[in-house]
């Protein structure tokens, strides 16, 4: 059997205000300028390796948030069933 090590990624993904997505999304594209995108299409987005860490990460937590909701609904029907 594999042994499975976890890594940490640092997601950058802490709160930091209101404009927190157009920074982001500001950063991706400076990002995209520095890295010399052979791209010439109007509004394809090029990402870079922590972009897509990032993107990995929150998929995750999404789905592990849909998860628990599931559950505690699933949890709640049957509470109500019972009375």
Do not use: H, P
Not at 3 to 14: F, M, Q, R, S, V
Not at 72 to 83: F, S
């Amino acid at each position: 059997m594999n042994k499975i090590e976890a890594i940490k990624i640092d997601t950058g993904l802490t709160y930091q205000g209101d404009n927190e997505f157009e920074a982001m999304l500001n950063e991706i594209d400076a990002l995209n300028k520095t890295e010399g995108s052979s791209s010439k299409e109007e509004g394809e987005v090029i990402l870079g390796d922590a972009e897509i860490a990032d993107m990995i990460v929150a998929s995750g937590v999404i789905n592990n948030v849909i998860r628990t909701i599931k559950e505690d609904e699933q949890k709640l029907k049957e509470i109500l069933d019972d009375v």
